[in-house]
């Protein structure tokens, strides 16, 4: 049986220290990085342990650090050794209170699914000032035997189900250092300093092999993540044939629970060719509905006619980077994909823009699919069906395209054993209220 994240480091506490707190090249890396960064920086440890060495080493720098971890024991330990703040959290929910100059995740990204880490890396953008930098100490796969691994072709990223690690087994997840790379790229950063490979021993006579580390150091350049995977693609997106308060495009769904407008028109058709006058609606909804679009840029030109008039709203939702949903899908129906979701909404901002839209932000939404059945096979095929269903029920290998997911989603269901992340960004465009524009 393998044991949570939590359960083990609270478990292994000042152990854990003893064991690697001593490593000269990661603490290099640590001292390196903090010669980098403004004095006084603001700095996250993400999985902060016991504070030692990264915290320690860069509160000493003169940086102010916040540490997290979702061992309250570590996390008192931390507390009582290292000058800093320090609390209990999960780095997958943390939200922080305003932008850090650097994020470091030193040794804590392994105990995660694959949706959960690509994601992990955008949020640490969010996170970032643009110009920060972002510090990880990782495994690579590359390192790994290949007899102790299964490989996820979807994430392009290897698990190890029952890794032997300090007395208990955990459940962890590699990519390769060029998987890394690709990743960091993708969500708006660059590699700031050449990185760096080496082998270390924990201390303690359980370890009868050394530990393989890949060091690097990014620095954010793009300044807003949740328009990415960057680098958008070249070529155009694929083009696929497909008197009230609020227009809400797409499916008729529910939606008295997320306006407080009583009167809500709902519209199936293109949303290139609205049939209301111009200036009709305070409020455009556009759910999941520009990726079905021929033209986008005459939906977004109907949208913004029949919607604008002083303080009106257009609020669009897309999947987030690193959405577990269209991941899978893409990566099952291969040349019939989900349109770039970061490409749609970037050309919605700019589009926007020059319609005279100023007030334009986004922001992630957290949401998953949950699938309760016991059964795994009964779990993938119900879930499987109901995902190719909302994308491609239509499609004409329908059939082998479910039974490829199904397949898929049996090791997605190893790290999240009864949901599928469908993280999306909500971008919320306001007209002026005013005439000056």
Not at 10 to 29: I, K, M, Q, S, V
Not at 140 to 146: H, N
Not at 276 to 286: C, I, K, M, T
């Amino acid at each position: 049986m393998t044991i949570d994240g939590e359960s083990l480091f609270n478990d292994l506490g000042a152990t854990y220290e003893a064991a690697f707190a001593n490593n000269a090249p990661l603490r290099a890396f640590v001292h390196r990085t903090s010669k980098k960064l403004p004095p006084g920086s603001r700095i996250l440890d993400v999985g902060c342990g016991t504070g030692k060495p990264v915290a320690d080493i860069l509160a000493s720098a003169g940086h102010e650090v916040h540490g997290i971890d979702v061992a309250p024991k570590m996390v008192k330990i931390a507390q009582s050794q290292v000058r800093g703040s320090f609390e209990v959290a999960n780095m997958n929910d943390f939200h922080p209170s305003q932008p850090y100059d650097a994020v470091f995740a030193i040794l804590s990204l392994f105990q995660h699914t694959p949706g959960e880490e690509y994601s992990l890396i955008f949020k640490f953008s969010e996170w970032l000032k643009v110009g920060g930098y972002l510090a990880i100490a990782v495994t690579p796969s590359t390192s790994l035997l290949s007899e102790t691994c299964t490989y996820d072709p979807t994430w392009d990223c290897v698990w190890m189900l029952r890794k032997p690690w300090m007395g208990n087994y955990t459940k962890e997840i590699f990519y390769s250092e060029d998987g890394w790379l690709r990743l960091l790229r993708s969500a708006g950063f660059v590699v700031a300093d050449e990185p760096a490979n080496d082998l270390f021993f924990p201390a303690g006579t359980q370890y009868i092999a050394p530990e393989a580390y890949y060091y690097v150091l990014a620095r954010k350049v793009d300044a807003q993540p949740l328009l990415g995977p960057y680098p958008l693609p070249t070529s155009p997106m694929r083009v696929t044939p497909a008197d009230n308060d609020v227009l809400a495009l797409g499916q008729e769904h529910d939606l008295s629970r997320y306006t407080r407008h009583k009167e809500v028109q709902y519209f199936s058709g293109p949303a290139e060719d609205l049939p209301y006058p111009s200036e009709a609606f305070q409020v455009v909804l556009a759910p999941w509905t520009l990726d079905h679009t021929m033209d986008l840029e005459k939906a977004i030109q109907e949208m913004v006619r029949v919607a604008r008039r002083r303080g009106s709203k257009i609020v669009i939702l897309q999947g987030a980077p690193g959405n577990e949903a269209v991941m899978h899908l893409n990566a099952a129906t291969r040349s019939h994909r989900i349109d770039h979701q970061g490409q749609i909404l970037q050309a919605a901002v700019q589009r926007l823009e020059n319609q005279g839209f100023r007030d334009i932000s986004l922001r992630r939404i957290r949401a998953h699919y949950e699938f309760p059945e016991e059964d795994l096979s009964t779990r993938c095929a119900i879930a499987a069906e109901l995902l190719v269903d909302m994308w491609h029920k239509q499609h004409p290998c329908y059939e082998v395209i479910k039974h490829s997911l199904a397949s898929r989603l049996k090791l997605h269901f190893e790290g999240h054993a009864h949901s599928i992340g469908n993280d999306m960004v909500v971008l919320v465009a306001s007209y002026p209220s005013d005439e000056r524009h």
